[in-house]
């Protein structure tokens, strides 16, 4: 019996202690959906202001909507907790209560039978009336149990008063803080509704421009194609200067060791076309570089402190138009005017390109990875520069035709292109 209660015991003090750490996290997730939210807002400001791109306000205006939805579903997720931890002490105020009234009852006729044989005469008549010394020693013992018994279920009927006392005032402020869960989910509902409305017109407004919106897409895809091309052509060369230099240091080694015939081909230049341009030849220390940044998929910190994805990668539907599909070789992150890039992963800088007199780019190589910042106003690193992770980069252009600050991210292995939204954190 002690066995069964005491895990009766830990199994419900676990699940108290769950449900406070799922509260704690849901609370923590709350806090970050608000800050993102009023991060989106001050965005859509500096935009609106600015009166220059119908198109921008929807897409800030669509992830704001999206924010508002997640911190609804987390409010409900929070609310649904809450009952779930109200159900369970209701029905420990209901077993309570059911013990304290069979506690009372009983007690209720001990001290009707106490008060019965009250007289000190009829105690002493009690123990005198044994047969034997041993007989009166057990009433003796008898009556000090009874006594020490009734003491002990006096005490358990108020330690059971004050739980009780104190589960009923904590279902009591649950209910409060339920019931503050509730306006504040109405509340963003009706925000989330007005949102909606705003957007709805907008997307009304953008309808009305369909060919100069076309036109746009096809130009910036055509500068996108032109802007890959490049990126190709600098990451191919980036992978043959890496290979010739191992080879290079290969030669040497093997000229230190004694080779002679080595010793030769140390001393001449390895010709460029004798180098793959396609797939890096990795060092043991470059290995372990690409190993480290393999194993972070997943966690790699943002290339901007805030933002959010306004175009994701591959072939992407165009938010209002689905016939119209717009090709992405990285993800397109929306952030704030003046907001710098920062490195994803510590790294070598293979490159600082120049794609067009106001757009520059940083390539990073983390072993045979490489991680690209595009669409940069100035940069702050230069070739050959070891970078740490977040380390600044430089800043990011905003548009003066849109008012859109965006940063282009891409992540190759080799040539080879991969979702970067797959290698950031959540």
């Known amino acids: 019996m002690p066995k069964y209660f005491l895990s009766l015991l830990f199994v419900c003090l676990t699940s108290v202690m769950w449900s406070q750490s799922q509260q704690e996290k849901l609370e923590q997730r709350k806090a970050q959906i608000q800050r993102e939210i009023r991060d989106n807002e001050k965005m859509l400001r500096s935009v609106k202001s600015k009166e220059k791109s119908a198109m921008n306000v929807f897409l800030i ?134 949102e909606k409305q705003e957007q709805e017109k907008l997307v009304n407004s953008i309808k009305k421009d369909k060919n100069r919106i076309v036109s746009e897409i096809r130009k910036k895809q055509r500068e996108s194609k032109t802007i890959d091309a490049q990126i190709n052509r600098l990451i191919r060369e980036a992978i043959a200067e890496a290979n010739r230099k191992a080879a290079l240091e290969r030669a040497r080694a093997a000229a230190a060791s004694g080779d002679k015939s080595s010793k030769e081909s140390a001393k001449v230049n390895i010709p460029k076309a ?44 165009h938010p209002i138009y689905n016939t119209l599909v717009v090709h992405n070789s990285g ?28 757009n520059k780019a940083v390539m990073i190589q983390h072993g045979d990875y490489f991680s690209i910042y595009q669409n940069l106003s100035s940069v702050s690193v230069s070739k050959g520069d070891k970078v740490s992770i977040k380390q600044n980069l430089g800043r990011i252009r905003t548009n003066g035709d849109t008012g859109k600050t965006v940063i282009k991210f891409l992540i190759l292995q080799n040539t080879t292109y991969m979702n970067p939204q797959g290698w950031l954190a959540n």
């Open 61 to 194: 205006q669509k992830n704001k909507i999206k924010l508002k939805e997640n911190l609804i579903n987390t409010t409900e997720k929070q609310k649904r907790l809450l009952a779930d931890d109200m159900y369970r002490n209701q029905l420990k105020i209901n077993k309570l209560n059911r013990e304290l009234k069979v506690l009372k009852e009983d007690y209720a006729k001990k001290i009707v039978n106490s008060y019965k044989s009250r007289s000190e005469q009829s105690r002493a008549m009690f123990i005198l009336s044994s047969e034997n010394f041993l007989q009166a020693y057990k009433r003796v013992q008898y009556l000090k149990q009874y006594t020490s018994f009734r003491k002990s279920q006096g005490e358990e009927i108020n330690a059971k008063s004050k739980e009780l006392v104190s589960y009923n005032e904590k279902l009591n402020l649950q209910k409060i803080a339920k019931q503050k869960l509730i306006a504040e989910n109405e509340k963003e509902r009706q925000s989330l509704l007005k």
């Open 274 to 317: 004798s180098v793959s341009s396609s797939r890096i030849e990795l060092t043991p220390e470059d290995k372990l570089i690409a190993d480290n940044f393999r194993a972070n998929r997943g966690k790699l910190p943002w290339p901007v402190e805030r933002g959010f994805v306004s175009l994701g990668y591959g072939d992407q539907p």
């Open 331 to 358: 993800v397109e992150i929306t952030t704030t005017e003046g907001a710098g890039a920062r490195a994803v992963f510590g790294g070598e800088v293979a490159s600082v390109m120049v794609l067009s007199p106001v």
